[in-house]
């Protein structure tokens, strides 16, 4: 948590310190939270009608998640860009470019039609799994991914790089008012969508 920042609650940006953890070391794609047909067909044993509600459910998850690496994969192919320039930043360059081969297999793993998950949980190694590994940081990766662009960038800036809210303001281009009613939007609009 921020020293500067008031969160809207306290329980609220408990769970996002806890997703940013999990999101720092996360390396399998999200299943989306607590017992829904995504996670279940990751077990391996859930079945999807064709046209059905949780046909579409699963489709939606998927094109969430899909979008949500390639938004993270193009920030960060521009921010390997911007620092290529600099001889003095090559190694941060190496181990970005590393991260950015990273995502870029873990988005070819995902399966881009819903007959495809029957075998998802062999993809990274978990076998069958009937509840997510880690169900409250993968509704807040949803919840997340959701967010309008701007205040996606916040909440990646506030909980996922280092510095001070001034630092993190400058960084995207904002005053630190703006950034600071931006978190507070973003935090508002997770906690709706996880009905907290």
Sequence with gaps: MSAVAVPLNEAIDALLDAWARWRRAASRLPTGGYRNTLAGLIAEGATVERGSRAQK???????????????RIAALAARVAALA??????????????????????KSQIPTTVSGLA?????????????????????????VCA?????????????????????????????????QRYLYAAQRQIQERLRM
Excluded: C
Excluded at 57 to 71: G, K, M, V
Excluded at 86 to 106: G, H, N, S
Excluded at 119 to 143: C, K, Q, T
């Design 147 to 179: 967010l309008p662009p701007h205040l996606k960038q916040v909440v990646f800036e506030e909980y996922l790089r280092p510095g001070t809210q001034e630092m993190k303001a400058k960084a995207i281009e904002v005053s630190r008012a703006t950034y």
């Design 85 to 106: 320039v600099d001889p003095i930043t090559a190694a941060t360059v190496i181990e970005l470019k590393d991260e950015l081969a990273r995502l870029r297999k873990l």
């Design 57 to 71: 459910e699963s489709q939606d998850h998927l094109t969430a998640i899909r979008a949500h690496y390639n938004a």
């Design 119 to 143: 075998w998802a949980s062999l993809i990274h190694g978990h076998g069958s799994r009937p509840d997510p590994d880690y169900p409250e940081e993968e509704a807040v990766e949803v919840a």
